[in-house]
């Protein structure tokens, strides 16, 4: 859901549902890579609703598009995470050389 | 004399930062009160006017992280992060713990409990004990889904402890898996040929490929249940579906998962003879080390910084700061 103004495309804030810190922070993150970002910022207003509200402010392009970006970079960030983490446990199985350990070959 | 601004001044690195604004940019100095410079610089402005570009670009996150894996076991993982910034850190930290699905009892059917531990006791107990299913085979089951074999895994409990007997001991490994389904009958309004069952599998699971060669059960099997006395029995269904850490603790898949950043320790000056040998006695996990200088004389020098647990006796009660602690903030390990 995004509160924002009519007129001015360039701030607004959005609310997620379902979400916490743990989205919410890391995308505070990837959205003050952006050198389009004047001002990010997210607030969580009653810890028992699992709502965040994620404020951005932007230097003339419509705020719901550099969300959409900062969202696409996180999540090709979290990509690169997981293959370099996939990559680095298969290298250290191998030289490891464990027999006896019963884990999922598959993970 | 004319006018030159502080950052055209000679000994200033261009296009990078002045050292010490790289230390407070990456590093977290921890002083004996408290510790300073905690904040993370993430804003790609930040040093916009010192000609200074703060942003991440993806190609430099994915050219600068760095994973390296100290320990591998069954049971527990040890690894280092190397540039990445901490709301990341967090968050994976965040979603092992309670956003990673695993399988874990979740309806227990009570036939009979004449033990000492209440039902609803006993069917708590039973969520907690961890099974060793791949929640990957299984879908979720939500609310107007009917249990089957893609969905559920069926486990019984039936034991009695005889009149005369001592008592008797149930622990996990008396949980028998049923492939075949729930072998416990619904009451249905009209008696119809076929009673129905409390799951509907339409084939055993034991024949599906991917149970053949692991057979479904707990994990540990000297885990205790219950008691019995003598006289007393428990017979029960249990059944066990697909779920995550943040609707109850007994389906997050770990112990724990934690993260610390990585220590620095920096010598500000040198430190030698007498002094040096009481440093080093003052570090309870032997950060310190004495290197022998020629002539008989002591230096200190940092042996293990990785080993620092932040207890400060080393910069406690002294008169001179000798030694800086810091954590680097984008290097996180265990």
């Known amino acids: 859901m995004e509160h924002g103004s009519l007129t001015d495309l360039s701030s607004s804030t959005f609310s997620l549902i379902d979400e916490d810190h743990t989205l919410a922070n890391s995308v505070r993150f990837t959205l003050n890579q952006d050198p389009r970002v004047q001002f990010c910022g997210y607030s969580i207003p009653h810890p028992s609703d699992n709502k965040v509200n994620i404020r951005v402010q932007t230097t003339g392009d419509p705020a719901k598009d550099v969300l959409k970006d900062a969202l696409q970079n996180l999540m090709l960030m979290c990509k690169h995470v997981r293959t370099t983490f996939d990559d680095t446990v298969n290298d250290f199985r191998a030289t490891e050389k464990v027999e006896h350990i019963d884990i999922n070959s598959d993970r | 004399m004319p006018k030159v601004s502080a950052l055209d001044m000679p000994d200033v690195p261009k296009g990078k930062l002045p050292e010490h604004l790289e230390v407070q940019r990456t590093r977290v100095v921890c002083n004996a009160d408290a510790p300073i410079y905690t904040e993370p610089f993430h804003y790609s402005g930040a040093f916009a ?70 039902d ?47 008592r008797l001991t149930v622990k996990s490994d008396q949980l028998k898996w049923l492939p075949g389904g729930s072998e416990l009958e619904m009451e249905s309004p009209t008696p119809s040929a076929k009673p129905r069952t409390y799951t509907s599998f339409s084939r055993s699971q034991d024949s599906m490929p991917e149970f053949a060669n692991k057979p479904l059960g707990v994990k540990h099997q000297d885990i205790i ?100 602690l810091r954590r680097a903030k984008d290097h996180f390990i265990s």
């Open chain 2, 49 to 118: 006017l010192m000609g200074v570009d703060n942003s991440v670009t993806l190609e430099s996150f994915c050219k600068n992280l760095k994973i390296e894996v100290i320990e591998l076991t069954e049971d527990t993982m040890e690894f280092d992060m190397i540039g990445i910034d901490a709301s990341l850190a967090n968050a994976f930290r965040r979603i092992l713990i309670a956003e990673v699905p695993t399988m874990a009892i979740e309806n227990v059917l009570m036939v009979n409990n004449t033990s000492v531990i209440p």
């Open chain 2, 120 to 166: 609803e006791v006993l069917a708590h107990r039973l969520g907690l004990i961890p099974l060793n299913a791949d929640p990957k085979l299984f879908e979720y089951l939500s609310e107007h889904d009917t249990p089957n074999e893609r969905n559920t895994i069926v486990f019984k409990l039936a034991v009695s402890c005889k009149k005369g007997s001592p």
């Open chain 2, 225 to 324: 249940i219950d008691k019995l006395g003598p006289g007393q029995a428990i017979e029960l269904e249990a059944h066990a579906v697909k779920g995550i850490g943040k609707v109850h603790a007994k389906w997050s898949p770990v112990a724990t998962a934690w993260y610390r950043m990585l220590p620095e320790v920096i010598l500000l000056k040198e430190i030698k003879g007498v002094d040096a040998e009481k440093l080093v006695k003052k570090c309870p996990v032997n950060v310190f080390d004495i290197e022998d200088v020629g002539k008989g004389g002591k230096k200190a020098v940092v042996a293990n910084p990785r080993a620092c647990t932040l207890c400060r006796e080393c910069i406690r009660g002294v008169n001179e700061p000798q030694v800086e």
